[in-house]
């Protein structure tokens, strides 16, 4: 089954995650950087979709690289996968060779050299993308080299994943990719909003979807039809058939997150019992 198939996509649109997108549009920058100086290098970002990484992760090649990195306090970790055969071939380019290298199943000593070299050099483009929403440094935590082997716990199965293709004549197309989990990727558009509040950057798609993304957190509502008290020997007397009086009140308070948000009457629409807003909390207006 091909890894395309293996996505699964939910309600909430990929485009939610646009600073994603971003942030691996600069690692493919930091890709072809780091590959200069041998020939063109073009990468691009090809997708941003939500997965399980559970049914993602049994489609990838076992010999990959894993480069996570902690992006602070409740902000999660972000993880690249880059292939081990990509690894090879830039290693054999770099002494001179064509990049025609056999398929392996393990690092050599001096792949993981050049592995550690290209961890820090994308370390840096991530700290310098995320600088203006995270407040501790990003670290590179320690690579593990068998992908296969690396497992999510339960609660971060749903991932955002983004896949980066990298191009070049020599070592022809290669994809990376990163991915977040879906919890901590809902709170990096949280933050992103919240340190851009007058809508920067600039691009009107882009405010757009941050807007769209924040005008969908689901809030808890809650209607308070009637409280009352009852004496404690009431209490250890009450009986099935018993009957508690009770008084509904003119106003019937509505909480939004706890919080006393509207009033409104009782009364009833397409045969459901309904809350009429009668009036906002704090405003003038009925």
Known sequence: ??????????????????????????????????????????????????????????????????????????????VLVVPGQLISQILDVQYGGLGKVPVRQEFSASEMRLA????????TYVNTALQAVISDTVTALPMQTDVQAFHLPQYRDSIILAKIDVACSTLGSNAIHGFIGYAHAKKMVMRFAEANPSGVPADPEWKDKMQSATLRVPLPARAILTQTEVPVSRLLSLRPGDILPVMLPADVP????????ARGTIGETNGRTALKIENMEGSDHE
């Open 254 to 261: 509505l909480l939004v997150a706890g919080r006393r948000f």
């Open 116 to 123: 550690l070299r290209l961890n820090a050099h994308f370390l």
């Open 1 to 78: 089954m091909s890894a395309s198939l293996l996505l699964r996509q939910r309600t909430t649109a990929p485009d939610d995650f646009g600073w994603l997108r971003k942030l691996c549009e600069n690692l493919g920058d930091a890709m072809c950087d780091f590959m200069a100086g041998h020939e063109q290098v073009e990468a691009k970002v090809q997708s941003v979709t939500e997965a399980r990484y559970s049914e993602w992760y049994p489609s990838q090649p076992a010999f990959s690289l894993l480069m996570p990195f902690a992006l602070g306090k409740d902000a999660g970790d972000l």
